[in-house]
């Protein structure tokens, strides 16, 4: 069974910091893994994905690294702006390494972005 | 190209009446993924369907609850005679064929239901 665990739970920074948010999976054996932003009463946006061929992607500001062996993956936030502020959310698929199917989701970081 | 389409936005129910929450997945997409979250609570999964197919139903509740992808028209998640535990934002996503090589799971903005 598939489990991930965010940390940290939340983060305040004051804007143009860069920061890391981080994101470790218990099952190894997965396809990909994907990063999603969800504002607070609102659905959620795919940020990145990354294959498991793959050990980073990247898009604008942001960078997710993926460490299969290990278990982790990060999500980097350069030059932080109040916009970002949002709950950030890392799913990794079901163990069994199908590449279709649930997704399990971490509790997710609530991250705050101050003027 | 639309998203993911859910409706209703908000849906209000009394207890022992019925809920239908309906989803339209993306254009060319053939997989359904519906996920529940509760109040302070992460995302579970609940089913995953392709056309007129369930595949994964593991994260469904036994009872009251089913799900259908058919073949025409969207996708529909019913719960039958809702109770207050069953309020939730109940999320749809979609993902395209298998043989597209591409899994991203694209989600559509969620249905709110409230049951007084």
């Known amino acids: 069974k598939q489990e991930v665990t965010q940390i940290p739970a939340a983060l305040s920074v004051p804007e143009g910091e860069n920061l890391v948010l981080n994101c470790s999976f218990t099952?190894?054996?997965?396809?990909?893994l994907q990063w999603f932003r969800q504002d607070p009463g609102k659905g959620l946006t795919s940020l990145l994905l990354?294959?498991?061929?793959?050990r980073e992607q990247t898009s604008g500001r942001l960078n997710a690294s993926l460490d299969k062996s290990s278990g982790r993956s990060t999500l980097y936030i350069a030059a932080s702006q109040p916009g970002d502020s949002a709950t950030y959310l890392c799913?990794?698929?079901?163990?069994?390494?199908?590449?279709?199917?649930?997704?399990?989701f971490g509790q997710g970081t609530i991250l705050t972005v101050h003027p | 190209n639309a998203g993911v389409m859910q409706n209703p936005r908000h849906l209000v129910r009394r207890r022992g009446q019925e809920a239908r929450l309906r989803c339209s997945p993306m254009k060319g997409h053939s997989h359904v993924y519906w996920y529940r979250q509760l109040p302070e609570e992460g995302l579970k999964f609940m089913v995953y369907l392709q056309k007129e197919n369930i595949i994964d139903e593991s994260g469904m509740p036994k009872e009251r609850f089913s799900a259908e992808f058919p073949k025409e028209g969207p996708s529909i998640l019913r719960i039958q005679q809702v109770v207050r535990g069953d309020s939730a934002a109940y999320f749809c996503?979609?993902?395209?064929?298998?043989?597209?090589?591409?899994?991203?799971?694209?989600f559509g903005p969620g249905t709110r239901l409230t049951v007084l």
């Open positions: 996503a979609s993902s395209p064929p298998s043989t597209s090589g591409k899994n991203e799971q694209f």
């Open positions: 799913a990794a698929p079901n163990a069994g390494g199908t590449s279709y199917g649930k997704l399990t």
């Open positions: 099952d190894s054996a997965i396809y990909n």
């Open positions: 990354i294959q498991s061929s793959q």
